[in-house]
């Protein structure tokens, strides 16, 4: 009996965590130990956590990149510092944060455990602040979606006033990509197959909304960002004038085939991720409601059925996890 109660009181905190388990599985809901900050982390209880094509990408090649299985999934993530590792500085617990996912360290969710789970590891230096008074599933989404929709336009492709800018998928990152570039003063066209979301497209400030990029075929452009990545790049490149930049965000095909002479005279750039200065910037267009995603909340429990409605394209906008209140 004393053995049994000493391995009770000895176990370690455990939480509940949608993992990816191999190729060809479903995510699953598994129990697992609660993390441990090492030096210069953080451990975060995870607040709100959107969800993304990404992810899904991640499940199909996954297996073959991801370091170790299971891999709790997740990378765009907000919530509240509850521990510090050693030499963290600049930040506290109770601090309410979002996580960058730059690119510069492993991704979350794909090379160490992402915040499909109550507590998420961070490192210090990949934390933005979330200001006081922006709802948590804004925080959220600001982390992935806004970050990478935002650098790809604003910073890598350089939108400003009085250029012709294409936006290619009015989804999570569209809309956000869209909405910054028309605060600049550029003239924004969108194409984007899913007639149900012009409208909104419109309200943001869109010029021209139509279904097939194919439409912009020679109409130049001064600049097209691609947060497809189906057929589109060839319409992208089509669309751009002699001198003009495609932005390549998306990735709904791992490859796509282009016509060589289509690419001389312009430049073609891959966007990945962005900065934590990214992440603040968005944070403050959403805390002034200059952008204003649509979004729909769900709960934590939810997470695998939804994955399975972003996989069959039935998600407006984009879905975030509440959870942990």
């Known amino acids: 009996m004393w053995a049994v109660i000493g391995t009770i009181i000895g176990r370690r905190p455990r939480m509940r965590a949608w993992q990816f388990e191999g190729t060809g599985k479903p995510i699953a809901l598994n129990e697992v130990p609660d993390p441990q900050p090492g ?23 996954g297996e073959a990149t991801m370091p170790f299985l299971p891999m709790t999934q997740g990378h765009e993530n907000a919530g509240v510092i509850s521990a510090l590792g050693a030499g963290v500085e600049g930040w506290k617990v109770g601090d309410v944060v979002g996580v960058c996912s730059s690119g510069v360290r492993p991704p979350l969710g794909m090379f160490t455990h992402g915040g499909f789970a109550g507590k998420l590891v961070a490192n210090a230096p990949d934390l933005a602040r979330v200001p006081a008074g922006l709802d948590l599933s804004l925080a959220a ?39 910054a570039a028309v605060l600049t003063g550029a003239e924004v066209h969108v194409a984007e197959m899913k007639e149900e979301v012009w409208g909104l497209a419109t309200a943001a400030g869109a010029a021209s909304v139509v279904r097939d990029a194919a439409e912009w075929s020679g109409q130049d452009f001064d600049l097209v960002v691609d947060y497809a990545g189906f057929d589109t790049t060839q319409k992208a490149i089509d669309a751009v004038k002699r001198g003009g930049e495609v932005v390549q965000v998306g990735l709904g095909r791992p490859t796509f085939t282009i016509a060589t002479a ?9 966007s990945l991720g962005g900065t934590v200065q990214d992440i603040e910037e968005v944070f403050d267009l959403l805390l002034r409601r200059e952008i204003e995603p649509a979004y729909t909340e769900i709960a934590f429990e939810e997470i695998g059925a939804s994955l399975e409605r972003l996989r069959n394209n039935e998600v407006t906008g984009r879905l975030v996890a509440r959870f942990g209140d």
Request: net charge positive; aromatic share 4%; proline share 1%.
């Open 39 to 61: 030096p210069g982390e953080v451990i975060i209880d995870v607040k709100a956590a959107g969800l993304c094509h990404s992810d899904l990408m991640y499940m199909e090649i």
């Open 141 to 179: 989404l600001a982390t992935d979606a806004g970050m990478t929709s935002y650098h790809a336009i604003i910073k890598a492709g350089g939108a400003t006033a009085g250029m012709k800018v294409g936006v290619i998928g009015y989804g999570g990152l569209g809309q956000i990509g869209t909405r």
């Open 262 to 270: 289509s690419i001389l005279g312009k430049r073609i750039v891959g």
